[in-house]
């Protein structure tokens, strides 16, 4: 996904000096504390809605165009997709469609069985037509996710509740891509397609709520009564939306909020799961999807040689980013591909373990690097994100410690428009940055990073998503592997080819992965059935209180 759009400044601004950051954590936890706060007023416990308190604020509810978490969260609650995800599966179910889709042997044309007696939130009927009409909308209006569908050639309604979607070359991972939560149906009554044609306040779908309110600090769901499926278990839902995450910290403390979710400060978790140890509130812990990595880029020396790359990912110590960066509340990772995904696996553990020094050392030296003639290498990352801030710190730490001065690492902050605009022009050398996937699939984590239309090995990419993503990684058995993965339909088959692709990956080392996300769910006691689906939504219409 736009890893760009969608990152979360999530920390404060830190000092930079190693030994102190204790004492700087210490200062945020009190300085957080002290701040005077103001928070919405005490939710009422009779009323059956539910309050819900985030960071999150919403650009548009239009699913056509909505491509942030704040958006998509939204969306999720008051739409059907044809596909979807229980909470703790990332295996998709019919939602809006009856049957996984019936494929075409030449893996192109995806006829689809569609649910009969939905009705969208202004009355009109639910159809092949309306999910034709929905599909288009979401690909000719052009908004930021319209790319996602880029290789639709066709959608049409070919009979009254079948769907039949034609593909421009094979994608395995198609089906997924319709549980995105903008691939959802929206009444032909109240939209129309064209290009900009957007409507980012409303929005009539076929969930199991429906818009009452939308407003800058505040959005409201009321119960859709003639929803087709099972109705929501509470009569509405309440989000407050705060202006910080000391804002939602002191909410959620003051019960002004049922539930809180998105997004605070890791010494701001720290302290609501220890008092939820001692009974005070639910810490509800979730695997998410979110990788964080660093992006090596094989144009700039002395990156341009593999032992230099391999001894990066040789040195770095998870253990210690997990615990100094991000009090635990993340997990490390070891692969491209999050451990939420079953072909995952953990080629860099295997190939590298974790801080193995002694390798990195025999690699840096064995082409010629040493304490007088160190290998130099900078690490940039957004000035906003503190999160990058104290990894690069970090790192430069570990590498000063444990390498005897053979490695040495230089940190550059740069605004974060900066940042992205210069990624692809090849300037930096290193980048740390954050992935948010655009559909639960390995491909997502494989292709965007690793595929690369135009290029050489001598060159580098020159055009593809390694160059966007500032790797500039080009392997033709890479581009082989990725298309093979595309086109085959047997999971078995797609396993192997992603085990390889992992292997060469942690060999090449155009990336080192670092952590894979873990998000915290806050609820007041008493509260019932708070849970994400495997996308990081929070699902309103199973909470109770």
């Not at 990066?312 to 100094?324: D, G, P, T, W």
């Not at 550059?412 to 428009?417: E, F, L, P, Q, Y």
């Not at 559909?439 to 160059?467: H, R, T, V």
Request: contains cysteine; proline residues 6%.
């Amino acid at each position: 996904m736009a890893w760009f759009s969608l990152s979360v400044n999530r920390w404060g601004r830190i000092i930079q000096l190693l030994s102190l950051f204790c004492l700087c954590l210490f200062l945020v936890v009190s300085c957080s504390s002290q701040q005077n706060i103001t928070t919405p007023a005490p939710t009422s416990t009779g009323s059956g809605r539910i309050t819900i308190g985030t960071t999150q604020k919403p650009r548009t509810l239009d699913p056509a165009d909505a491509y942030e978490l704040a958006s998509l969260g939204l969306v999720f609650n008051m739409s059907d997709r044809l596909y979807t995800y229980e909470p703790g599966s990332t295996e998709i179910k019919p939602q809006l469609a009856t049957a996984l889709p019936k494929v075409s042997s030449d893996g192109l044309t995806y006829a689809i069985p569609l649910r009969q007696g939905v009705v969208f939130h202004d009355g009109a009927p639910f159809n092949a037509e309306a999910m034709a009409f929905s599909i288009k909308r979401f690909i000719e209006n052009k908004g930021k996710p319209a790319f996602l569908l880029s290789e639709v050639e066709s959608v049409q309604a070919t009979g009254e509740y079948e769907l039949t979607l034609k593909l421009k070359k094979p994608f395995a991972a198609f089906p997924s891509l319709l549980a995105f939560s903008g691939v959802c149906a929206v009444s032909p009554k109240a939209y129309e397609i064209g290009e900009g044609k957007f409507q980012p306040n409303i929005f009539v779908g076929t969930g199991p709520y429906k818009l009452a309110n939308f407003g800058p600090a505040s959005v409201q769901f009321d119960v859709f009564e003639n929803y087709w499926g099972k109705k929501p278990v509470n009569s509405g839902i309440n989000v407050q939306i705060l202006s910080s995450g000391v804002n939602l910290y002191n909410a959620f403390r003051k019960k002004a909020v049922d539930v809180a979710y998105l997004s605070m400060d890791p010494d701001q978790i720290r302290s609501l799961v220890e008092k939820a140890k001692k009974g005070d509130w639910q810490a509800i812990p979730n695997q998410g999807s979110v990788m964080t990595y660093m992006a090596i880029n094989r144009n700039q020396k002395p990156l341009d040689n593999p032992a230099v790359r391999q001894a990066i990912a040789a040195m770095v110590n998870r253990s210690v980013i997990q615990e100094r960066v991000l009090y635990n509340q993340s997990e490390a990772a070891y692969s491209m591909i999050p451990t939420t995904l079953d072909v995952s696996l953990p080629t860099f553990k295997k190939q590298y373990g974790d801080s193995n020094t002694e390798k990195a050392k025999q690699l840096l030296t064995s082409t010629g690097f040493s304490k007088t003639n160190p290998a130099k290498v900078e690490i940039w990352y957004r000035a906003s994100s503190a999160t990058s801030s104290l990894t690069a710190i970090v790192l430069k730490a570990l590498a000063k410690k444990t390498l005897d001065g053979i490695l040495q690492f230089d940190i550059i902050a740069v605004d974060s428009s900066t940042f992205y605009r210069q990624i692809p022009n090849g300037l930096y050398q290193t980048v740390l940055f954050d992935w948010y996937p655009d559909f639960l699939d390995a491909d997502n984590y494989i292709q965007p990073f690793l595929a690369c239309d135009k290029g050489s090995i001598k060159k580098g990419c020159q055009d593809g998503g390694s160059k966007s993503l500032g790797s500039f990684y080009y392997s033709d058995r890479m581009n082989k592997l990725i298309d093979q993965q595309r086109q085959a339909q047997n999971p078995e088959a797609r396993s192997k080819l992603f085990a390889e692709i992992q292997e060469i990956v942690a060999n090449e080392v155009p990336y080192v992965p670092l952590w894979q996300s873990k998000d915290f769910v806050f609820a007041q006691k008493g509260m019932n059935d708070v849970q994400l689906d495997p996308t990081q939504n929070l699902v309103y219409k199973t909470i109770t209180k």
